[in-house]
């Protein structure tokens, strides 16, 4: 078993930037890859980013241009600028392990608004 907890949502200025962390718990040798995914109101999740390896990302196409992720040990850290109404969303940290689960954290929210 994994366990996430995600900090660093709230309401951010437009224009502004974010960062998010997920702290990872548990059986954190067998995690393989870390990653952020969003949701906002009546869209379907989507990929933030995910990081698979040091040098292996993956990038959502509406962010891949201004953001920025890192892992330390076992905390996810996903900075991102430039926010605008469309990075309004629940911004969901996640894991997968070798044998494949999958374990996601409850969410934080994200408003960016003026």
């Known amino acids: 078993q994994v366990q996430l907890v995600e900090s660093g949502g709230g309401l951010v200025q437009p224009g502004e930037y974010l960062t998010l962390s997920c702290a990872a718990s548990?059986?954190?040798?067998?995690?393989?890859?870390m990653g952020w995914y969003r949701q906002a109101p009546g869209k379907q999740r989507e990929l933030v980013a995910v990081?698979?390896?040091?040098?292996m990302s993956d990038f959502g196409d509406s962010v891949k241009d201004r953001i920025a992720i890192a892992r330390y040990k076992d905390t996810l850290t996903l900075r991102m600028w430039r926010l605008n109404s469309d990075d309004s969303a629940v911004y969901y940290c996640?894991?997968?392990?070798?044998?494949?689960?999958?374990?996601w954290g409850q969410g934080t929210q994200v408003v960016v608004s003026s």
């Open positions: 990081k698979y390896t040091e040098e």
């Open positions: 996640t894991v997968r392990t070798e044998i494949g689960d999958e374990y």
């Open positions: 548990g059986s954190t040798s067998r995690i393989t890859q």
